[in-house]
């Protein structure tokens, strides 16, 4: 069964220092996301991709963040200067487009910034 | 501002105990109502959509069903490997991201 794979699982990092996440979406999908998840908290989105352009992003996805398509299989995001604030878990989704709210979510990146 | 609470926070049942979660929601134009399943350390997993008052889904134990102000999750004669978090989320009228509630653990103890 196709899945949406996350690397890396786990990454620590010092605040100030630059932080990739990468995702190998579904390969037939077309729409991708990034969402987090503060511990203890509600999954928030934050970026929402198609047509190798950002459609939709919230106030979170400040200009500390960006996202690229560098190849046809990979999506990045990357966090220029994290934060102590950027401590969370970190989802990438990938969708079809017949049902736009059918999500398939990887296994998340948790980041921890100290 | 698109809004999402879900109750209780927490449930336990025991095997074999029915119950309900509750989904309610303020929304500009929905589009789609959805349910997701979280097991501990790992993404969200799509169960149902729901796109308009009246309709239901169900799915083995499960079945979701949606008013103009709310969705209900049914679990029917649940069992320990349905304990998880279920999250409801909304998607309104402008862009694709969905909003999703805070979530309800459920655990079932045999």
């Known amino acids: 069964e196709p899945e949406v794979t996350q690397t890396p699982s786990h990454q620590v990092t010092q605040m100030g220092q630059e932080v990739i996440l990468r995702c190998v979406p579904i390969?037939?999908?077309?729409?991708f996301y990034w969402y987090r998840q503060i511990l203890g908290q509600k999954v928030e989105f934050l970026v929402s991709f198609y047509n190798n352009e950002i459609s939709e992003k919230s106030e979170i996805f400040d200009d500390q963040f960006s996202v690229e398509r560098p190849d046809g299989s990979n999506f990045t995001l990357k966090i220029r200067s994290t934060k102590l604030e950027d401590s969370a878990m970190y989802f990438c989704a990938s969708g079809g487009g017949t049902n736009i709210g059918e999500l398939f979510f990887g296994e998340g990146s948790r980041l921890t910034v100290l | 501002e698109d809004q999402v609470t879900q109750s209780p926070e927490a449930l336990r049942l025991q095997e074999g105990e029915s119950s309900s979660l509750n989904c309610s929601y303020t929304?500009?134009?929905?589009?789609?109502l959805f349910w997701y399943r979280q097991d501990p350390g790992k993404g969200p997993e799509f169960l149902f959509t729901?796109?308009?008052a009246g309709e239901e889904k169900e799915k083995e134990r499960l079945k979701a069903t949606l008013t103009k102000k709310e969705s209900f999750l049914h679990i029917t004669a649940p069992k320990p490997e349905d304990s998880a978090t279920y999250l409801c989320a909304v998607q309104g009228a402008y862009g694709n991201k969905l909003v999703f509630g805070a979530g309800t653990i459920l655990r079932v103890k045999s």
């Open positions: 390969s037939n999908h077309l729409y």
């Open positions: 929304v500009s134009g929905l589009r789609g």
């Open positions: 729901l796109y308009s």
